[in-house]
């Protein structure tokens, strides 16, 4: 089954030429009105443009398969629920695809990328952030990240502040390249050796054989930790327990599939039985098969 490999995806495409179409032209050599940021740095990092890039490309991949949506607070209607989701194989698709990435660029040459970005998240950026931030020093990061938050009453969350995180993402980047480090020590360094990854299964069939193919599947690939999505509800109280004679050993169960308690109550839906009883099944099949020691 073909998977994008998002590190050979981004290796094998050229960034510079790739600048999405609403985004305009690049802002070099804009001034910022305002006061500015006086920092430590020298003039030379000074943010002499703010790009907003789009890579596409495709892959080939299985058809008709790994398209389970993911719970939506909408679904406690009954005309705007997803239907249930079964995978239909049907040979080979070539899917075209697309990320979006910020790029930021100093006076000196010393650019900073972070991606992907959402959407919505950069024309923020490209519209309401890019303008603050020429002209300002690359390394007074606290200063900026604190003056784009106060510079917008809706900045405390949503796109606004998804747009102040990629920005911030970005400017870390150009102080781990300015001070020659990686950005982890610049974080408080080293505290261990190594880190486990998990296995995401975004995307994968929630029918009960297929979750326990997938599981097993990444099981088998050495993955003890996996992350699954639940696809229906919302407003459901899973309280599953592990069922006796699951015949696995010792499974670390690790699960956020509890809803909010007090859906129910705010909701003027009633919760449907075959929801509940749907993802009660799905619960105690991931409880069964995840997280090994």
Not at 15 to 42: D, I, K, N, Q, Y
Not at 85 to 98: A, C, F, I, S
Not at 158 to 176: E, H, K, P, Q
Request: hydrophobic share 35%; charged share 25%.
């Amino acid at each position: 089954m073909g998977r994008v490999d998002r590190r050979r995806f981004i290796s094998g495409l050229g960034v510079s030429s790739l600048a999405m179409p609403w985004a305009g032209a690049h802002a070099r050599g804009e001034t910022a009105t305002g006061a500015g940021v006086s920092g430590t740095g020298s003039a030379s990092l000074k943010i002499e443009a703010v790009e907003v890039l789009q890579l596409d490309g495709r892959y080939s991949t299985e058809a008709g398969v790994d398209r389970q949506a993911q719970v939506n607070p909408e679904d406690v209607y009954d005309d705007l629920r997803t239907p249930v989701y079964v995978d239909k194989p049907g040979g080979t698709v070539e899917v075209k695809t697309d990320a979006i990435y910020i790029r930021i660029r100093t006076a000196g040459g010393l650019d900073g990328l972070y991606g992907p970005v959402e959407r919505d998240a950069a024309r923020v950026v490209q519209d309401d952030l890019r303008p603050f931030l020429i002209g300002k020093d690359a390394l007074a990061g606290e200063a900026l990240w604190d003056q784009m938050y106060r510079s917008n009453r809706h900045s405390r969350n949503g796109f606004f502040m998804m747009a102040i995180s990629a920005v911030d993402n970005t400017l870390w980047d150009i102080r781990g390249k300015a001070l020659g480090v990686p950005v982890w020590r610049l974080l408080g360094g080293p505290t261990r050796e190594k880190v486990e990854f998990y296995a995401s299964a975004l995307g994968s069939s929630l029918q009960l054989d297929e979750v326990r193919k997938r599981c097993l599947e990444l099981r088998d690939e050495g993955f003890r930790y996996q992350k699954w999505f639940m696809g229906y509800g919302p407003g459901l109280r899973l309280n599953g327990s592990l069922p006796a004679g699951a015949g696995l050993a010792n499974p670390r169960i690790h699960s956020d599939l509890v809803a909010d308690p007090s859906f129910k109550k705010r909701s003027r839906h009633p919760e449907r039985s075959d929801q509940r009883e749907r993802s009660r099944r799905i619960c105690v099949s991931l409880r069964s098969i995840t997280h090994f020691r």
